[in-house]
């Protein structure tokens, strides 16, 4: 018997003896694999997909598949080493030891670890399996593993918890009407507290906010060394570092403008590779960034991106200046709120007029704007309201729209303006609206 097989063997044995864990917190995807096609559960690390695995294989379980055709192999186990056998052998290894040879739902984590695992999955994809992949690398981006697979791919984004699902793991139920009862202050204090330490499940289940703000830092490292700097091979890890703690602190971002600052720090680096490196951020789902608003193509890669980053407490604990900004806080929250519910035939970008006034964001389809929305914390000053309103007003004129809306912390009202309606609503609200997208690939 092969010793990869009897790895492959022992590994299966021993999750179905440990099982799938009791505690699982559902979250808001449903995820149904099928037959002839590979489902792809992707995202920055640390968000829970494994955890959505195992809350796919409970549900499997509970609409009557049996639990002895579901297989789950972790591939970053220590004993697996990145040889193509690990998957050639992997059925084999299930045939003569669990006695199942079709109808197999296999679960696999990290599967890009190995060698050739596309190939192996499109040998295998005519089979009587049921599959199932995950992992936080650019491979299993929508367009790669889609173009890998030829086509027959379903891919769930995951991200941080949304709002909803932080307050199930904190144990709050928010079925019942909270606008006028003094639980609404609750809702607020957890909003604070989800704003400044994020979504991710076991940072959320983490008491001490000094434990938090560690536990966040050491995310980012992880995903600095294990999704970036290991996988795309860089050799200067130090000014990979500084370019991200760097884009934490920034609001738009310039290559050009970026390459002074690194300089100016004594940090030697190139405009390409400074744009190669926020493009490894993007592929490890660590950053996104929008462009702006327009339908000329040169005005979209002249102009400078909006970034943002996959959660707001992580950027807070790599960040200097950002953290104490309420207002880019909020609208960081907003963007990744946005990205989670968008269609996939949407857009987000951000609107500049010709007197420099901008709106956060435009939700464009086929390049035609839908919706702006403008994120201000606090505007109960005159001069604040007054800006935000005029680049609204504005950008309605120019393309054409009569709604928009102004999200704020906790402030409530609908204004008419030369025919042109703004709604102040609070952040609260939104999150608390069933409106979630899968965010899925077809």
Request: charged share 30%; glycine share 4%.
């Amino acid at each position: 018997m092969s010793t990869v097989r009897s790895i492959l063997k022992a590994i299966i044995a021993e999750w179905k003896d440990i099982g799938i864990p009791r505690d699982l917190i559902p979250r808001d995807y449903v995820i149904r694999p099928k037959k002839r096609w590979v489902t792809v559960i992707t995202g920055a690390r640390m968000t829970g997909k494994t955890y959505l695995m195992f809350q796919t294989m409970k549900r499997l379980m509970d609409e009557g598949v049996d639990e002895n055709r579901i297989f789950y192999v972790n591939f970053e186990d220590e004993r697996v080493y990145g040889d193509t056998a690990f998957l050639t052998e992997l059925l084999p290894a299930i045939r003569e030891e669990f006695g199942v040879s079709e109808n197999i739902y296999l679960f696999l984590d990290e599967i890009h670890l190995i060698p050739k695992w596309d190939i192996w999955l499109r040998r295998n994809l005519m089979r009587e399996l049921i599959i199932t992949i995950s992992g936080s690398t650019s491979e299993l981006m929508p367009d790669r593993v889609a173009s890998s697979l030829g086509g027959r791919t379903k891919t769930h984004i995951v991200y941080p918890l949304s709002f909803i699902e932080y307050l199930r793991f904190k144990g709050i139920d928010v079925k019942k009407s909270i606008e006028y009862s003094l639980r609404k202050y609750d809702i607020l204090y957890h909003l604070k507290e989800y704003m400044l330490f994020g979504g991710f499940p076991e940072i959320v289940k983490t008491r001490d906010k000094y434990g938090k703000l560690r536990g966040l830092q050491e995310y980012f490292l992880a995903i600095l060394h294990r999704d970036i700097i290991r996988r795309q091979n860089v050799d200067k890890p130090v000014d990979l570092e500084i370019l991200y703690k760097l884009l934490a602190d920034t609001t738009l971002f310039s290559a050009s403008k970026t390459e002074k600052t690194m300089k100016s720090l004594g940090y030697k680096i190139s405009k390409a590779t400074i744009l190669k490196y926020k493009n490894y951020g993007e592929k490890a789902y660590l950053i996104y960034q929008s462009e702006i608003f327009s339908t000329k193509i040169k005005d979209r890669l002249q102009y400078p991106r909006k970034i943002y980053f996959t959660d707001t407490g992580l950027r807070r604990a790599i960040s200097t200046g950002w953290s104490i900004n309420e207002t880019r806080i909020l609208e960081n929250l907003v963007f990744i709120e946005l990205l989670r519910r968008k269609k996939l035939t949407e857009r987000i970008a951000y609107w500049r007029g010709k007197q420099r006034r901008e709106v956060d964001f435009v939700i464009e389809e086929n390049l035609k704007p839908k919706k702006l929305i403008q994120v201000c914390y606090d505007p109960t000053q005159e001069e604040t309201r007054k800006r935000e309103e005029k680049a609204l007003i504005e950008a309605m004129r120019e393309l054409g729209i009569t709604h928009s809306q102004i999200i704020t912390w906790d402030y409530e009202e609908t204004k008419q303006i030369n025919n042109k309606k703004i709604t102040y609503i609070p952040l609260w609200k939104i999150l608390l609206k069933q409106k979630t997208q899968q965010n899925t690939t077809p």
